[in-house]
């Protein structure tokens, strides 16, 4: 299908968009008056790379050229030009963030200097926030399913920060910051979209909506938004081998929707309270995992019809208090999720059949902390973090031979006590910090099985870890900063049934029932800043990360999965993130990181369950040696109402080794899309994966491989009012 086919089958809809895109971000735009460079800072919609307000410190705002951290900023305008409507788009413009496991369109996850050797098994290496409450499943590494279309800003810290966000975030963390209702008028957006993916005999589309309207004047608004998605199958479906006509053609057809409900209230000066209702929906035909990216096809999946669903839940409710000398906030969230998927299995002697895998519960977390306002050199953060949570795993295989079936429920009850202080020296031109977190955890579980032995396994764990962290920052000029950064991150333990450890023991691997956390230590030190009149913004960061005691799933002799401390690892290496503008209306922008990351020692026996792929001095399983982003975006006014603006990105990443030895391919992702816009209206023609690359970016093993979505050209329009 033809570029000329869709903008003409796209005409009509355009004069149909439906609110979407709102400009009023959520993100403070008057921070405390720290310093000259603070003072400075604008609306993020409307300032500079190193201009955009960050709170990722949970203390005072800063603005990018002045937080002495790993960190990076995207505010929802800038995702919306750069063509970033997806994690797997945002990651590649992250300096050593990368894909990571992926089974279809919602169960996936992703990695950041080299947490991606952790394997999809225990608990996240990237701490997920939703605004202020942390999307925390025990033992499951996906990421939310987010749309970014209602997104304020994101801001994605490199490394671990585990004072401030504490388990879980040992490799980084993802803090997405959605709009709030504009409270003094109403407003609505709107966007629509069609599309052709390659290799599809349909067409992709969909649609988003967004008001906001003042139900009492600056006081109590109401923010209303939501949308839909539908992207056509391109991959076929063979019984046995792919020979012959396919069972079924173009299967892997993807559904989604979600809706979102925001209520601000400012009564007061000093209060402010945000209540937010989320949801999402999905499902996708069969998977994105595939036998062959091209052609597209996937085999040996007899007579099941397979599926990938999910189902998301998220209630928040945040407070913040002005006390005069300290801001006090409130955190509160409930997520309840409910994941599961549906594949072929087929086992010598025991046959085929299908194989359904489940994952639900629930979450929630609490967080009250206290920031200091005093205009004075003493600054400090400090606060309790309280999480329960649950995760049902299921698992049933019906076989010609044996039918099987088995749960495993993991329940944690765990609490944090955190904080940083730092001081102003040299009218605020050098600023040490320290920090420390103290966390225990109460975690139990109860696996059930009908393979002998088949009674009730049960087992818990009480781990308690201390993190630190240290800075030093140098702010010579309001346009630079220096600082030196060193810490400590973990993650809880994973747990598992006796029958797991007997089976180790039959290998010789002395494991209990619950996996010590594994741990990382940090240090690195960075310089970030601009120069004016050159139009350039610059960071660059060298950064040294040891993991200790990596969890790893692997499988054992007699063929039980169990799970066991692997060993250390070293990962040296520097990120670059440049911005340019040299010409009015022309912007340049460069992402990257090029590193070394290997094991130091394994455990030979661990290492011989897992792979070939692990020994020491080799590299990080699923950990790429670089990563690049290189996009440029231009506008130009046509006349007093419209201008017109093109924006093109390519990204590439280094290849990445699976613990069977697999490599994945180097490739190029190219975007792109050119439009008008005007103060209400823009028609955009968009490309995404416009060289057609097919990856892999992620082998399972054989026959079960991931890539990117196949070449995609659609016409999307957009409304403000």
């Known amino acids: 299908m033809t570029t000329k086919t869709i903008v003409t089958g ?107 050797a952790g394997g999809g098994i225990g608990d996240a290496m990237i701490g997920y926030y939703i605004d202020e409450t942390p999307y925390v499943i025990p033992n499951a ?66 649609a988003a909506a967004a008001v906001s309207i003042p139900l009492i004047q600056d006081e109590l608004g109401l ?75 996937i085999r040996d999946w007899t007579n099941v019809q397979g599926y990938e669903k999910s189902t998301n839940d998220m209630y928040s409710l945040s407070m913040e208090y002005d006390l005069g000398f300290a801001t006090l906030t409130s955190a509160t ?18 046959g085929a059949g299908p194989l359904f895998n489940g994952y639900s519960g629930n979450s929630f977390t609490q967080e009250f902390r206290l920031a200091s306002n005093a205009s004075g050199p003493l600054h400090w953060v400090a606060g309790v973090y309280y999480n329960k949570a649950k995760n049902r795993f299921d698992q049933t295989a019906e076989l010609t031979a044996l039918s099987i079936a088995g749960a495993t429920t993991t329940k944690t009850r765990n609490h944090s006590v955190f904080g940083e202080i730092s001081y102003d020296l040299l009218d605020g031109k050098l600023v040490p910090l320290l920090g420390l977190r103290q966390y225990k955890d109460n975690r139990t579980f109860v696996s059930q099985s009908t393979i002998p032995p088949a009674p009730d396994a049960t087992g818990s764990a009480s781990p308690s870890v201390t993190t630190w962290r240290a800075n030093l920052a140098y702010h010579p000029s309001a346009d630079s900063t220096a600082y030196l950064n060193a810490g400590t991150g973990f993650r809880s333990g994973i747990v598992q049934s006796p029958f797991q450890v ?56 007699i063929s039980v999965s169990a799970f066991a401390s692997l060993g250390n690892a070293t990962v040296k290496g520097i990120d670059l993130a440049l911005q340019w503008a040299p010409i009015r209306g022309l912007n340049i922008g460069f992402a990257g990181d090029l590193n070394r990351a290997e094991y130091n020692d394994v455990n030979p026996l661990v290492a011989r369950g897992i792979g070939a792929g692990v020994y020491p001095g080799a590299r990080l399983l699923n950990t790429p040696r670089f990563t ?48 008008l816009r005007s103060k209400a209206y823009e028609i955009e023609l968009y490309a995404q994966n416009l060289s057609d690359a097919r990856g892999p970016w992620f082998i399972r093993q054989a026959g079960l491989i991931g890539g990117p979505v196949p070449r995609t050209i659609g016409l999307r329009g957009r409304y403000h009012f």
């Open 628 to 675: 690049a982003r290189l996009d440029a975006t231009y506008s130009l006014p046509v006349n007093e109402v419209w201008t017109a603006y093109a924006n093109g990105a390519v990204s590439r990443s280094g290849s990445r080794i699976n613990q069977f030895g697999d490599q994945t391919e180097i490739f190029n992702l190219v975007d792109g899309s050119v439009g």
């Open 333 to 350: 969230g409930f997520i309840k999720f409910d994941t599961s998927y549906l594949s072929a299995l087929n086992i010598p002697v025991l």
């Open 10 to 116: 796209c005409a009509s809809l355009i004069s149909f968009c439906i609110p979407a895109y709102a400009q009023q971000d959520s993100v403070s735009t008057q921070p405390p008056a720290a310093s000259t460079a603070t003072k400075a800072a604008v609306t993020n919609d409307d300032a500079s790379p190193q201009q955009v307000v960050v709170s990722a410190s949970k203390a005072r705002p800063q603005i990018l050229v002045e937080s002495p951290m790993s960190i990076q900023a995207f505010t929802g305008k800038e995702l919306a030009s750069k063509n970033i409507t997806n994690i797997d788009a945002l990651v590649t413009a992250v300096p050593g963030a990368s894909q990571g496991e992926q089974l279809g369109e919602f169960i996936r996850a992703y990695s950041i200097r080299g947490s991606g």
């Open 223 to 297: 923010r209303i938004s939501g949308g839909g998605d539908s992207r056509a199958g391109y991959a076929d479906v063979y019984s046995g081998a792919p020979t012959g006509a396919p069972r079924n053609v173009d299967a892997n057809k993807m559904h989604k929707s979600d809706a979102r409900v925001v209520l601000s209230w400012v009564p007061t000066d000093n209060f402010k309270a945000r209540l937010q209702y989320m949801h999402f929906g999905g499902k996708q035909d069969y998977s994105q995992q595939m036998s062959s990216l091209d052609p597209a096809y």
């Open 502 to 557: 007997s089976a180790l023991a039959n290998d010789n691997i002395s494991e209990g029932l619950a996996l010590k956390p594994d741990r990382v230590r940090n240090l690195e030190v960075g310089i970030k800043g601009s120069l004016r009149q050159a139009r350039v913004s610059y960071e660059a960061n060298l950064y040294k990360l040891q993991y200790n005691g990596l969890q790893s799933g692997i499988v054992t002799s």
């Open 141 to 206: 590494q996906w990421a939310p399913p987010l749309r970014l279309l209602d997104i304020a800003q994101v801001e994605v810290l490199r490394g671990p920060y585990g004072t401030l966000y504490g388990q879980g975030a040992m490799g980084g963390t993802m803090i997405f910051k959605t709009k709030s209702p504009d409270l003094k008028k109403v407003t609505g957006d709107a966007e629509t979209y069609i599309a052709n993916v390659e290799g599809s005999s349909k067409l992709s589309y969909g």
